[in-house]
């Protein structure tokens, strides 16, 4: 399951790179004769480059807050696309993170910790995207399945007795 940044790309952009290879070193711009120096931009390009570097921003945060909630439930670090600035450089203008998002088999209260763990992930930057929603929902499903479990496992084990479910 991934969680991610992309559908909150305001930039109709395409191509991807895994972060499992480093990203190209940001250097700074130099100047090819064709107007690409920072301090030939014209004002557009400025604009777009500092929309392109607070996106760069955002997305890169968003991603970290994925991988810092889902703490050993990632099995992947943050994946990113990228989109070339008028300085030429490579921007983040979307990503991802892939999460374990499978129930623990035979173990409903470990799938229920791990469900809020999930749920706590895809929730967890400023502004989740509608696929970090859909995560968290998903996760909740699980949870309420993982709860139902337990309760027919105590049940079985104590007929005839009653549980507080508010705990």
């Not at 763990?117 to 499903?141: E, F, G, H, K, Y």
Request: net charge neutral; glycine share 8%.
């Amino acid at each position: 399951m991934l969680i991610t940044a992309a559908s909150n790309n305001p930039f109709n952009l395409h191509g991807s790179q895994s972060l499992s290879r480093p990203a190209a070193p940001k250097t700074p711009p130099q100047s090819s004769g064709n107007g690409t120096a920072s301090g030939e931009l014209s004002q557009e390009q400025r604009q777009l480059l500092e929309k392109l570097k607070a996106r760069d921003r955002e997305v890169r945060a968003h991603e970290q807050a994925h991988l810092s909630a889902a703490g050993n439930l990632a099995v992947s670090g943050a994946r990113y696309d990228y989109v070339a600035g008028p300085d030429g450089q490579r921007y983040a203008s979307g990503g991802d993170v892939g999460i374990d998002v499978s129930e623990v088999a035979g173990d409903p209260q470990a799938t229920l910790l791990k469900a809020d763990t999930i749920r706590r992930a895809a929730l967890a930057p400023a502004n989740p995207s509608a696929q970090d929603q859909s995560v968290a929902a998903r996760a909740a499903a699980m949870a309420n399945k993982a709860r139902s479990e337990l309760l027919n496992l105590q049940r079985a084990e104590n007929p005839g007795a009653t549980l507080d479910l508010n705990a």
